[in-house]
């Protein structure tokens, strides 16, 4: 239900000395009451209620008076001449396969072709067990983030709105903590921006070299070396002709702006998010690339033998690089609650989200571990590239990663502009309260995060690197702190807090203040 009223009458006092006379007398018909006396569903045709009408203005003053939350009249005391029922459509519910899917989706990204370098860095049996350490980890946060929203009833009655984990944040710690909180969230979108940028310009430079190559007739595909495996596609002598000496990795970042700019500058994203079923063909044939070129290179691997090209560590000492990557990887906190709020039984909310995280660290470890094993060439050559992704050890003459790094690149030109859009509203509502203010703001705030992308993107293009800090600094918040803290405070409200969850959640955030502290240490170096 919705009470309405005239915008006129916002102009005039909330309470009137008048508005609780208890006349009945009746206007003549030639005569007409002020138009600050009438109700929001005043009709000419009958009179009002004295009693009713100062129950109304009542109602309205202590509304605007009140800060939010707080002096809040229940509307079942208004009378129900006063409002209007307005049909609405209840959110369509889901079923659980969905659910799993769409959380599956979501966390899976960029980070699965930085896996197998990362894994490297954590050895082979070390990078196993700690990508299932961290799902469960991550896992158990997401689900306590997905208990305690929906344990707090009362918020969501109070609201117009659905609940968000950020305003359980604010409603048991407020000032400055939903600010941190809303900060946090916006440092992941920042990073992802400038993952994405990064990843652009590595497909399209790429792209662009393989298309010069097929002009010069020198695409020879079916010809390849180790059925297509480098150790760095781009110094294999895969040059550009003299046609392209524009063409080089400082300024493709550059020449994106014209295409990028323009998509950001739009109102709404809902065009955009129509394309994001992209999302899914880019992950499904990113494992069949991996599944493909593993079934072809064969078993080239040992343990024992360190003199061997082939050889890896069953442990290393620079894991922080996988735990961080990983952070990311499995970062899904802040959208966890509205992934779930349409499930049909949202008491299978916990199983659905712990079965979509197993399914994601199986992806994870299937393309991490797949590569490790099967890659014909040295080892140190997969986190040799600068962009630590796995498509830089396949040639730029290969058609699979041709296809895949098309289709990759029509993906994230309408990624980039979506996440953008959350971004920029999510900031501009936090600070102007309108998440579009006008479009002087909105290209203000383009070209300063456009200009951050593109410079990340010249001199410092290592997407392994970025993907890892701004994991550990976004999942430090929303990932260790937030969920175990807020879940604490609200047992300890109900009376449910015990000494060992103290310690254990405790714990789970000094792992997080671990994970972001170590980043910037690589051990090896002082082996």
Known sequence: MVLVGSDDEEQQPLISSQSFSTSTKVPRPYEEEPLWR???????????????????????????????????????????????????????????????????????????????????????????????????????????TVQVTMDIQLLDTLRNAPLEFVDVIEYYMPFPSAQIALTAGAASFLGALMVFWILLSNFTYGTGIALSNMVNGSFHYHNLSHFGAVCDAYETGHTTSNDWSAWSAETVPIYLILILFPLCCLK???????????????????????????????????????????????????????????????????????????????KNNKRDVGIAFVMVALTYGLVG?????????????????????????????????????FFQILQLITVYPTVNFVLRSQLFLGIFKDPFCSYKHVIVFNVITILICVLISIFYPKVGDVIRYVGSVSGLAYVFFFPCFIYLLHCYKNNKLTWYSAVGHSFVILLGVLNLGTQPVTFSHYL
Not at 305 to 321: C, G, L, Q, R
Not at 376 to 386: E, F, Q, R
Request: hydrophobic fraction near 50%; glycine fraction near 4%; charge should be positive.
């Open 38 to 144: 009438r109700p929001f569903n005043y009709s000419v045709q009958h009179g009002i209620d004295p009693e009713k009408l100062s129950r109304l203005q009542r109602y309205r003053y202590y509304q605007r008076l009140a800060p939010p939350m707080t002096m809040v009249v229940p509307d079942h005391v208004i009378p129900p001449e006063f409002f209007t029922i307005v049909p609405m459509e209840r959110g369509q519910k889901q079923s659980s396969i969905v659910t799993i899917f769409s959380l599956w989706n979501t966390m899976l990204g960029t980070s699965l072709l930085c896996m197998p370098a990362a894994m490297l860095h954590a050895g082979l049996i070390l990078g196993c067990l700690i990508v299932l350490g961290v799902g469960m980890v991550t896992c158990y946060t997401a689900i306590i």
């Open 268 to 346: 709404s994203a809902t065009i955009l998010s129509k394309f994001n079923s992209l999302g899914v063909v880019c992950i499904a044939m990113a494992l069949v690339f991996v599944v493909t070129k593993a079934s072809q290179w064969g078993i080239n691997i040992t343990i024992t033998n360190t003199t061997s090209i082939h050889y890896v560590a069953p442990a290393f000492v620079d894991f922080n690089k996988l735990t961080g990557t990983l952070t990311l990887s499995f970062f899904i906190h802040n959208a966890v609650v509205a992934l779930v709020r349409n499930n049909r039984n949202p």
């Open 369 to 405: 571990l797949l590569f490790l094993l099967t890659f014909p060439l040295a080892k140190t050559c997969i986190s040799g590239v600068d962009s630590q992704l796995l498509f830089d050890n396949i040639s730029l003459n290969d058609l699979m990663v041709f296809v895949a790094k």
